[in-house]
């Protein structure tokens, strides 16, 4: 399935563009944060209006209710017409996986590895995996890897493993899909892999490599999640901000380490 609306810059931004980054299981303080900033109602029904809202990946797995961010998540996205998406992120491959291959043991060319193994390593809840259920992987083998909304290019990871399936985001998101629904399991880790890696954006390196991505995928800034904003400036998770700012302006870091104490990455950007 191809998804168009998810690789052509829109001619106007939205009226209001609001991103979240990793929420790693912790509906209750996403919720509250949602109603605070009056994308919310009272029951927790859509009331964003015409704004959009994208979350970043990575709904799942290390916090004590994956399954009820990703319901949630689902539902605004039901309600809202096309104005709130989801990324995919690593930990939504990593359950997707887990789900379709668990002990299957998969060779690779240093040994072999497990879904199963690393699921348990990264933070997996059984509550998670007990209650999902066929609606939750099918929408999830649906969703994009990555937009360009107004100026900026989301993505999950701060990688530039995306260009490995693909030169345009409409290239990445099938060939991601066909794997997800096919039965290549080696192909299945390489993306867990592949969207693991970090770091792309840091260093003397950095803003080249954010022009290469920014060249081939559109957009004028990065904005990701997935590699924490207190392990990246070296502080407490309860003195991080909300987001940072880096790579000589061009890339934004929206995982704010909720999972490790830090606030509710959900940020206005425009």
Known sequence: MIYPQYVTEQPSAPSALYVVGDVHGHRTELAGALHNAGLTGEGGEWAGGDAQLWFLGDLVDRGPDGLGVLDLVMSLHSQADGQVELLLGNHEILLLGMHRWGETEISLSTGSASFARSW??????LGDLHGVEETHLAWLR???LAAVVA?????HSDTL???AYGDTIEEITKTVHDVLNGDDAGAWWDIWRRLTTRFAFRGEDGPAHAATLLGALGGQRIV???????DQLGI???DAPVSFEYCEGLVTNVDSGLCQGGPVPLLRLS
């Open 142 to 144: 649906e969703r994009p």
């Open 161 to 163: 493993s995306y260009l």
């Open 151 to 155: 100026d900026r290019l989301l993505v």
């Open 224 to 230: 990701h999640g997935h590699s924490p904003v207190p």
């Open 236 to 238: 407490l998770p309860e």
């Open 120 to 125: 348990l390593r990264n933070g997996g809840q």
